[in-house]
């Protein structure tokens, strides 16, 4: 298959992660969310896990330990998630949600559902579908 520049993967893809992040972006301003796109996944697996181990975050979310501790730092200070010492291996600490946070999970779903529509406003049922099961694959 020869390649074409202007039609390949990581072009379309790197497009819709850069439209994406802009529009969460505003999104999150217009609803004085004081985060930043990059730490609404680090929250999104923190509400689907309820806690996790730190060192589980970079893991699961493919980021570094650096952004990753950046990002808890950063979330800390916004009183939206606190970490507590492992009981059993006191190097280790455990992340958890705060109230504020869990008082916030309803707009960011919103934020994301947002998005999430606004991308697939041209797809049928079963195109959507058919590209959350290729988006998988790669």
Known sequence: MELEL?????RYIGCLSRKSHLFLTKELAIHKC???PGQLSLLMLLYSE??????????TLNLDKGNTTKSIKKLEELGLIFRIKDSTDKR???VYLTEKAMELKPTLFSILQKLD????SNLSEEEYAQLLFLLKKI
């Open 50 to 59: 309820g806690g996790i181990r730190q060192d589980s975050i970079s893991l």
């Open 34 to 36: 004081e985060i930043a």
């Open 92 to 94: 280790v600490y455990n």
């Open 6 to 10: 202007k039609n390949t993967i990581g």
């Open 117 to 120: 529509s606004l991308l697939s």
